[in-house]
């Protein structure tokens, strides 16, 4: 399993950073900050697309958005760094102390369930956060891709629509074997109604497409997080009896034809392992843009038990 970089030289690097916290100051964001927010994250759109979303979607506050929006600026008052800090923490910065600062903020959350962020990047920030005795549970590195205009044309597919309220049912399972899969947790057994919530909400915004025969369920995609520019994607599933006819790609070549006709371009993460998919979004037209790291860790009430 791959391990971060936990601490190592980390008291060194905190008395460095001690004299150049004071010039920046941390807080929690609100509903008047929007706008400010928005600029700062849209400049880099495919590695934002998640927390802009969530403020298109909620607003900056919104038991919805799972944690709180916190931000760090400079003497003059400008942003250097977002965080939603909460269930799924991520942090945008654009210097090291607005790192370290939302690291120090991120310590004191005792609900986190993972940390997601670009590799270069989560080095440091775990150095700074697990300074105060936090463990992984596990950890994941994944790649980054990107499709845009323009794409490969292929036909349109029968069926691939997106899911009714009625499909939950069948949607559900899928989704939940798929976040196994990647975190070791089935939230079915952990937080059934809340997960319940989150799978109808999207399938309610028009995001869960689906592909479904004879009461059967073929296919499957979320958009988890959707921007003007950015389409985020997971939850890509197939029916295993369909997936070595080269079905896969026709489903995906029609569903990033219809999504690109509302937003610029579409993103996903693909496991670093994972050759065949890889190979197979390759082939859909994504491209490499980065590498991403994902820790998953205990609750804070649990992690010295």
Not at 255 to 261: A, D, I, Q, T, V
Request: net charge positive.
């Amino acid at each position: 399993m791959l391990q971060l970089r936990k601490g190592l030289g980390a008291n060194k690097l905190n008395h460095k950073l001690a004299a150049k916290v004071d010039t920046i100051s941390v807080g929690q964001l609100s509903s008047g900050d929007e706008a400010e927010v928005v600029e700062f994250l849209a400049q880099r759109p495919i590695h934002t697309v998640a927390m802009m979303s969530l403020i298109h979607d909620n607003g900056l506050e919104s038991p919805m958005n799972r944690g709180t929006f916190y931000g760090c600026r400079d003497l003059n008052g400008r942003l250097e760094g977002v965080a939603l800090v909460g269930h799924a923490t991520l942090i945008e910065t654009v210097s090291d102390r607005a790192l370290a600062a939302l690291a120090q903020v991120a310590q004191q959350c005792s609900n986190t369930h993972m940390i997601m962020g670009e590799k270069e990047r989560m080095a440091d920030f775990w150095g700074h956060y697990a300074a105060s005795g936090r463990e992984q549970r596990r950890a994941c590195r994944a790649w980054l891709f990107e499709l845009s205009w323009p794409i490969e044309a292929r036909g349109r597919v029968e069926g691939l629509r997106r899911a009714k309220v009625a499909e939950l049912e069948l949607v559900m399972p899928v989704q939940a074997e798929l976040a196994f899969a990647e975190s070791g947790i089935n939230p079915m057994q952990v937080d059934l109604q809340g997960f319940r919530k989150r799978c109808l909400r999207r399938i309610e915004q028009g995001r869960t497409w689906v592909i479904i025969e004879n009461g059967k369920l073929i296919f499957k995609a979320d958009v988890i997080s959707r921007t003007p520019e950015v389409s985020y994607l997971e939850g890509i599933w197939i029916c295993e009896d369909r997936r070595a006819n080269g079905n896969g790609l026709h489903f995906m070549s029609d569903l990033m034809r219809r999504l690109l006709e509302e937003t610029k371009s579409v993103c996903l993460l693909v496991n670093e392992a994972n050759k065949l998919a890889q190979r197979f979004y390759r082939k859909c037209g994504f491209h490499f843009r980065a590498t991403y790291e994902t820790i998953f860790l205990p609750s804070l009430e649990h992690a010295h038990n």
